[in-house]
């Protein structure tokens, strides 16, 4: 039977919100997760997590995302699931980390075979949209059906029911 996984990287703590620095006890990606698991309740989630926690302060975290981008880095994955061959469709999502995924959502799609399978991608931002993500997620899933990307402002996702459920009939092939 088709089987769905929502995976997805979101970090609370302090956040760029339109314009100034916030606090956040629920990321946005998070929030956005909680909408579409409403309207795929068969769906499994699961959340991507490094090992190590970057800084709650905005200022600290950007700086330490920066330097992981420019090294490459490949954090591993906390909790990784030993497999995903049970789903064919995985909706990644995942707020725009300088103009790309957080580096330890490189290291979930690097880790399993994505062949045959449908990846929905969708990314919470600030105003930069889906970056580069989706040329990124093709890059390293490239047996992978991708489909568009869905781009939500992250200050609005609790406001994101109908981008919820573009997210929701993509993964739905509808
Ligand atoms: C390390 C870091 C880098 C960011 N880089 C960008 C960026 O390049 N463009 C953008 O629009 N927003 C950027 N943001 C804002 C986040 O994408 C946005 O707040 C997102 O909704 C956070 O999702 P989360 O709460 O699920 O982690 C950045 C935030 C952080 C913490």
Same mark, same amino acid.
């Given at each position: 039977m088709a089987k769905t996984l929502i995976a997805f990287y979101s970090r609370r703590g302090e956040n760029y919100v339109n314009g100034s620095i916030k606090? *956040?006890?629920r990321g946005n990606t998070e929030i956005v997760v909680d909408k579409i698991k409403a309207l795929l309740p068969d769906a499994d989630v699961f959340q991507i997590d490094t090992t190590y926690e970057y800084s709650k302060s905005y200022m600290t975290c950007i700086e330490e995302a920066k330097q992981e981008l420019r090294e490459q880095a490949r954090p591993q994955v906390k909790n990784a699931p030993e497999s995903i061959h049970q789903y064919d469709t995985i909706i990644l999502g995942y707020p725009n980390w300088w103009g790309t995924m957080p580096m330890v959502c490189y290291s979930f799609l690097e880790k399993y075979d994505f062949s045959g399978k449908r990846i929905?991608?969708?990314c919470t931002n600030e %105003?930069? %949209?889906l970056g580069s993500s989706v040329r990124f997620i093709r890059? *390293?899933?490239p047996t992978a059906t991708v489909t568009e990307g869905t781009s939500i402002h992250g200050a609005e996702a609790a406001n994101a029911d109908s981008e919820a459920q573009h997210i929701a009939n993509l993964a739905l092939n509808q």
């Open positions: 606090n *956040l006890s929905v991608p969708f %105003g930069s %949209g890059q *390293l899933c």
